[in-house]
């Protein structure tokens, strides 16, 4: 299995996984253009040529964020704040790993270091499902920023939450790398990278 930041001609792949798995989940699938406005950056998971997992990493430009939609008010007051946005979207994993814990854990590592080691974003903000607001908070500390509101491009309710990407940044250090701390800090944190390998894979990153 490899994790990587994936090149423009596997974008559809990640598309066909994310419009695959929305459909299980039975919601639309509408807005999944995969054509490059340079603000977004997709991170992929292979299994040989076979795209199992992804999540795309969109930066505060003049394109602007994709929960601005419903949530244009509460960025703007984070704007106000003087923080820097990014977005993570289009979260998937393909059936036959989607209860691996270290593999979403390298996909959120990778978008981490895009949007923070690199970009320099303080600030992360992501919608999801209601249902969804309980793992997102407890496994990876963000906050509730906006009340659930329809989404219609995927036809379901969606909540928009918050994360520091500082504090998160001080999880990673502390716990990266530590499998065996998860059943202490019962978070994502532990199935990320350690210091050596993020330092790696930053250094290719920045080739």
């Not at 996984?17 to 054509?35: H, N």
């Not at 970009?119 to 990876?140: G, K, S």
Request: aromatic letters at 10%.
């Amino acid at each position: 299995m490899t994790i990587q930041t994936a090149d423009h001609a596997f974008w559809v792949h990640a598309r066909g996984l994310v419009a695959r798995r929305y459909a299980d989940r039975g919601y639309l699938c509408k807005d999944l253009s995969t054509a490059p406005d340079g603000a977004e950056i997709i991170c992929s998971a292979f299994s040989g040529a076979t795209t199992v997992g992804t999540i795309a990493v969109r930066f505060d430009t003049e394109h602007g964020l994709r929960a601005e939609d419903l949530f244009g008010a509460e960025l703007q007051a984070l704007r106000a704040q003087g923080l820097r946005l990014c977005e993570f979207g289009r979260l998937a994993l393909d059936q036959d790993v989607a209860e691996s814990k270290e593999l979403l854990a390298h996909l959120f590592h990778l978008a981490f270091m895009h949007a923070y080691r690199l970009a320099a974003c303080n600030t992360l903000v992501i919608e999801v499902n209601p249902r969804h607001v309980p793992f997102y908070r407890r496994m990876l500390g963000f906050k509730v920023q906006g009340e659930a509101r329809h989404n219609t491009r995927v036809n379901a309710p969606a909540v928009l939450m918050v994360l520091d990407l500082v504090w998160a940044g001080e999880q990673v250090s502390s716990f990266g790398g530590r499998p065996a701390s998860a059943s202490v800090t019962r978070t994502l944190y532990p199935f990320f990278y350690g210091v050596e390998e993020e330092s790696a894979i930053l250094a290719k990153l920045r080739q």
